[in-house]
């Protein structure tokens, strides 16, 4: 293990494995949004729908199967970027951290995949779905202190924020809280899968 103060001894294995966590997380999102809106732009869709001829559950089926192959998909690249970073590492090593945050963030990437498919519903093309998604996760940020007080409301609900929080990282110490930013986490991904099933509902197909 590190020993001694300072930001070198605080950055464990998890923590640098996981600082780019959220492009896997972009990637699965991205691609949640193509799962769903290649149905629409190929004519696929009716033929899924005579499949499974009852909407709820070909919703519920698609956008649960996209998120758990997100959260595997993102589990797995973290597990196998602490086993790099952790084989890369001289000796005496770091300390390996906390573990649990791969799981937080697999379920992160499940919600933010989720989102990407349930938005395919509502705009129904690939690159509309795809740059709605990606001004949503990385507009906010971008915009910095012009979002006055909300930037740490934004910073603390985000993806990014939220694994970086999980990790136990500096940079989130000006952020909500974790238990706040999970909150509003859930409140959108919930207000966004029910906005798609509602557009998809009450379509023709």
């Known amino acids: 293990m590190l020993s001694g103060s300072g930001p070198s001894a605080s950055m464990t294995t998890v923590r640098l494995a996981a600082s780019t966590a959220l492009i896997p997380i972009l990637i699965f999102g991205l691609w949640g949004a193509y799962a769903t809106t290649v149905e629409y732009e190929r004519g696929a869709i009716v033929t899924s729908l005579l499949i499974v001829p009852r909407r709820s559950a070909?919703?519920?089926?698609?956008?649960?199967?996209?998120?758990?192959?997100?959260?595997?998909?993102?589990?797995?690249?973290?597990?196998?970027?602490?086993?790099?970073v952790?084989?890369?590492?001289?000796?005496?090593?770091?300390?390996?951290?906390?573990?649990?945050?791969?799981?937080?963030a697999a379920?992160?990437?499940g919600g933010v995949a989720a989102v990407g498919a349930a938005g395919g519903f509502v705009l129904r093309g690939s690159l509309t779905t795809a740059a709605a998604?990606?001004?949503a996760l990385l507009g906010p940020g971008a915009l910095g202190p012009a979002l006055g007080a909300g930037q740490r409301w934004v910073n603390g609900s985000g993806p990014g924020g939220l694994v970086a929080r999980a990790v136990g990282s500096e940079q989130a110490a000006a952020a909500v809280g974790w238990a706040a930013g999970a909150v509003v986490f859930v409140v959108v991904v919930t207000v966004v899968t029910v906005a798609g099933w509602r557009s998809f509902a009450a379509s023709d197909h």
């Open 133 to 135: 998604l990606l001004i």
């Open 86 to 104: 952790a084989l890369a590492t001289p000796p005496p090593g770091r300390a390996v951290g906390p573990l649990w945050a791969i799981g937080g």
């Open 58 to 84: 070909f919703y519920l089926a698609k956008i649960g199967l996209v998120a758990v192959v997100a959260m595997v998909g993102v589990a797995t690249a973290l597990v196998l970027a602490v086993a790099v």
């Open 107 to 109: 379920l992160i990437a």
